[in-house]
């Protein structure tokens, strides 16, 4: 017997439709986007953030929990356009048991939690009857649940061993230096493409500005940290190539199912997914650096 996941979650979360590209807002200059629009939106998004460690560290972990079940869907309706079919019901619960276990059991517990969330998008996809289970569905949803919860579970394992919202500050500050350069670079400089089949607008000189930037955000943080100063410098060269990885990495996705944004959620950004890709793939790095530079706390 088939089952059906609507019965428990309205039928456009589990099952979107195949995301289309709206109308873009008018861009301004050689931005390439609405920079009026994009950085209203950029402090809204900052404001939920401070807003939510100001309450408690509780409602943080909360509100990454459903930013990431928002890019878990921005994804689905992505890989849509290409026929597959992401398991996005024990995505979800999957999810939320990965950042759950994260802030309350710690790094053991979440690759526990990401194991039985691969093994739950397998079972859900052999035992689904309407439709054949194919590798490539499977394949997908591993890849989502690897891409969005797992490596977002590092930003609650930032809070949890350390419990100092600067760090959080440190970390998304230093990943939007990655941004900031290379787009201020990129636009001033940028004549050598990086990878023009992918991310026509990225440049080596913006990359250049991305380095230049991450470092000395990094060294000066670090600094202030107490750690010594040469982290810093290990640290911006690190982010600013793992963070441009990231950005190319959705860009590559997104070419993949022909779409230009992941979504139109957010006025001059896109989707969720085209802002915080980057800062997905650098929590882990961080996590890392913060754990080797300062140690966990007793």
């Given amino acids: 017997m088939s089952r059906d996941p609507s019965i428990h979650l309205p039928h456009g979360l589990v099952h979107p439709a195949p995301r289309q590209d709206r109308v873009a807002?008018?861009?301004?200059?050689?931005?390439?986007?609405?920079?009026?629009?994009?950085?209203?939106?950029s402090v809204i998004l900052i404001a939920l953030v401070v807003g939510s460690l100001a309450v408690n560290e509780s409602a943080f972990v909360i509100l990454v929990g459903v930013l990431a079940l928002v890019g878990l869907w921005e994804l689905g309706g992505a890989f849509v356009r290409v026929g597959i079919r992401m398991a996005l019901a024990p995505l979800y619960v999957g999810g939320v048991g990965m950042l759950t276990c994260a802030w309350t059991l710690g790094p053991e517990a979440l690759v526990v939690s990401l194991f039985l969330t691969v093994l739950a998008v397998m079972a859900w996809r052999l035992l689904d009857g309407r439709s054949p289970a194919?590798?490539?569905?499977?394949?997908?949803s591993v890849f989502a649940a690897v891409y969005v919860p797992f490596l977002a579970s590092f930003v609650i394992l930032i809070l949890r061993d350390f419990h100092q919202p600067w760090l959080i500050a440190v970390y998304a500050g230093i990943t939007a230096l990655n941004d900031l350069g290379g787009w201020g670079a990129g636009v001033l400089f940028g004549k050598h493409p990086m990878a023009p089949r992918l991310s026509p607008k990225k440049s080596w000189e913006g990359f250049a500005g991305s380095v230049l930037a991450c470092t000395g955000g990094a060294v000066l943080a670090f600094w202030l940290l107490g750690a010594h100063w040469w982290w810093g410098i290990l640290v911006g060269v690190v982010i600013a190539a793992v963070g441009t990885l990231g950005d190319l990495t959705e860009s590559l996705l997104k070419r993949e199912v022909g779409l230009k944004d992941m979504s139109n959620l957010l006025p001059g950004h896109g989707g969720l997914l085209d802002r915080v890709d980057a800062m997905l793939v650098t929590a882990p790095v961080f996590h890392f650096f913060f754990v080797q530079a300062l140690g966990v706390p007793a």
């Fill in 134 to 140: 194919r590798v490539s569905d499977v394949t997908a």
């Fill in 25 to 41: 807002l008018a861009t301004t200059g050689r931005a390439g986007r609405n920079l009026p629009a994009a950085i209203g939106t």
